[in-house]
């Protein structure tokens, strides 16, 4: 049988469907982000993701399982250490992590890190704690103007983030400043997965906004991935969202930027009305920015609701020659306790108007399955190095 030649590749940040058995140490022991927000809300309405056999894979409340699923679909174990969104999508394109992202969500970061960024950029910091980029701003942003202080805070995410008035402190210092914090956070022990320079505008509390020149210092996959043989094999690889950060750019021949996750998959149904050969990857931020970390219940389920509604007018535009795969990168249950994302199992939903079969498939012990099957899929071999092994026979 014919392979694909369009793959979709949706991951919606943070859905996970139930704790890793390993869960009791990250300190997430009965977390399932998708089946706490099923239980907690009233109404749950997600059709599209019904009939694809969601309901069929995890059990959901007001969900029920369908008699005839159209996908295939299983539940996916993380194999390498953390549950950040780095170590998640690395390893769906095939690294093994095992030395995780530090976060510094709880404690703030530590003195010797912030001496030694200090001293090299001449600045005195403030700030040094876990924040949204709206609330530090209107703490701090004044002190900041008026002083010279450089606003240093971190989220729930493995990030180290840098706040510069762009009258003021000045991009191109604010910039200056990120790389001199990325070089710092390069260590073992203070290794962060991203630098992000925020800049902002504004004179007052109320007035202060940032700015479209942020700009991400991630780090660079530790190896060569499935995005790189793809590009290397002259396929297109089309990232929406996040992705684009989370590689660094490697192995990518198109991005798109996207304002938020129903934007996001807009950018992806106007993608699937053109004509290409290769991959789409989707990274849908905001089921964990929004209210993963913000432990929001009802924003999430609502969330899903909007994705749902738009995965509703994707799937006509996907034809015999197309496969969409939808899946997770780690779990961030609203239910729980703190901020923190949570150690989870992902879902693995497969559907193709061509596919024969349908139903249950058996769960895998890595998320690097879907690197290794998209890699099959276009007649390629995974690089040296890398996990996780394809299913692409079962969903032909």
């Given at each position: 049988?014919?392979?694909?030649?369009?793959?979709?590749?949706?991951?919606?940040?943070?859905?996970?469907?139930?704790?890793?058995?390993?869960?009791?140490?990250?300190?997430?022991?009965?977390?399932?982000?998708?089946?706490?927000?099923?239980?907690?809300?009233?109404?749950?309405?997600?059709?599209?993701?019904?009939?694809l056999?969601?309901?069929?894979?995890?059990?959901?409340?007001?969900?029920?399982?369908?008699?005839?699923?159209?996908?295939?679909?299983?539940?996916?174990?993380e194999a390498?250490?953390?549950?950040?969104?780095?170590?998640?999508?690395?390893?769906?394109?095939?690294?093994?992590i095992?030395?995780?992202?530090?976060?510094?969500?709880?404690?703030?970061?530590?003195?010797?890190?912030?001496?030694?960024?200090?001293?090299r950029?001449?600045?005195?910091?403030?700030?040094?704690?876990?924040?949204?980029?709206t609330?530090?701003?209107?703490?701090?942003?004044?002190?900041?103007?008026?002083?010279?202080?450089?606003?240093?805070?971190?989220?729930?995410?493995?990030?180290?983030?840098?706040?510069?008035?762009?009258?003021?402190?000045?991009?191109?210092?604010?910039?200056?400043?990120?790389?001199?914090?990325?070089?710092?956070?390069?260590?073992?022990?203070?290794?962060?997965?991203?630098?992000i320079?925020?800049?902002?505008?504004?004179?007052?509390?109320?007035?202060?906004k940032?700015?479209?020149?942020?700009h991400?210092?991630?780090?660079?996959?530790?190896?060569?991935?499935?995005?790189?043989?793809?590009?290397?094999?002259?396929?297109?690889?089309?990232?929406?969202?996040?992705i684009?950060?989370?590689?660094?750019?490697?192995?990518?021949?198109?991005?798109?930027?996207?304002?938020s996750?129903?934007?996001?998959?807009?950018?992806?149904?106007?993608?699937?009305?053109?004509?290409?050969?290769?991959?789409?990857?989707v990274n849908?931020?905001?089921?964990?920015a929004?209210?993963?970390?913000?432990?929001?219940?009802?924003?999430?389920?609502?969330?899903?609701?909007?994705?749902?509604?738009?995965?509703?007018?994707?799937?006509?535009?996907?034809?015999?020659?197309?496969?969409?795969?939808?899946?997770?990168?780690?779990?961030?249950?609203?239910?729980?306790?703190?901020?923190d994302?949570?150690?989870?199992?992902?879902?693995?939903i497969?559907?193709?108007?061509?596919?024969?079969g349908?139903?249950?498939?058996?769960?895998?012990?890595?998320?690097?399955?879907?690197?290794?099957?998209?890699?099959?899929?276009?007649?390629?071999?995974m690089?040296?190095?890398?996990?996780?092994?394809?299913?692409?026979?079962?969903?032909?």
């Amino acid at each position: 049988m014919k392979n694909y030649r369009r793959i979709f590749t949706i991951v919606i940040d943070s859905l996970g469907v139930g704790a890793l058995p390993d869960a009791a140490d990250y300190g997430d022991a009965g977390t399932d982000t998708l089946g706490h927000i099923s239980q907690s809300v009233e109404t749950f309405a997600i059709p599209n993701l019904q009939k694809l056999g969601m309901a069929n894979l995890h059990s959901l409340k007001q969900v029920p399982p369908v008699e005839k699923p159209l996908g295939y679909f299983m539940k996916l174990r993380e194999a390498s250490t953390g549950k950040d969104t780095m170590t998640g999508h690395w390893e769906m394109m095939g690294l093994h992590i095992t030395k995780p992202f530090r976060t510094f969500t709880e404690t703030g970061f530590p003195k010797e890190l912030l001496d030694e960024l200090s001293a090299r950029t001449g600045r005195t910091i403030i700030g040094n704690k876990s924040a949204s980029g709206t609330e530090i701003l209107e703490e701090l942003a004044e002190e900041e103007i008026a002083t010279g202080h450089m606003i240093v805070y971190t989220s729930a995410d493995s990030v180290l983030q840098i706040c510069g008035n762009e009258e003021t402190f000045g991009l191109e210092e604010l910039y200056r400043c990120c790389e001199i914090a990325r070089e710092i956070t390069m260590k073992d022990e203070w290794k962060v997965g991203r630098v992000i320079a925020r800049p902002y505008v504004g004179k007052k509390k109320g007035e202060f906004k940032r700015t479209s020149n942020r700009h991400d210092y991630a780090l660079k996959p530790y190896g060569r991935t499935a995005l790189n043989i793809l590009k290397e094999a002259g396929l297109s690889v089309i990232s929406v969202g996040k992705i684009f950060d989370i590689f660094d750019g490697e192995g990518l021949t198109e991005s798109n930027k996207s304002k938020s996750s129903v934007h996001g998959m807009e950018q992806t149904i106007e993608i699937a009305k053109r004509d290409f050969t290769g991959l789409c990857y989707v990274n849908l931020v905001d089921f964990d920015a929004l209210w993963g970390h913000r432990r929001d219940v009802k924003g999430y389920a609502q969330e899903l609701e909007r994705f749902d509604e738009k995965l509703g007018e994707l799937l006509p535009l996907l034809g015999e020659e197309d496969l969409l795969l939808i899946t997770a990168d780690h779990g961030n249950d609203p239910t729980h306790t703190g901020t923190d994302h949570t150690r989870e199992q992902v879902p693995f939903i497969a559907w193709s108007p061509s596919m024969k079969g349908c139903g249950r498939l058996e769960d895998q012990d890595t998320f690097a399955v879907i690197g290794a099957t998209i890699a099959e899929n276009f007649g390629l071999s995974m690089p040296e190095g890398t996990i996780g092994s394809s299913v692409l026979e079962q969903l032909l």
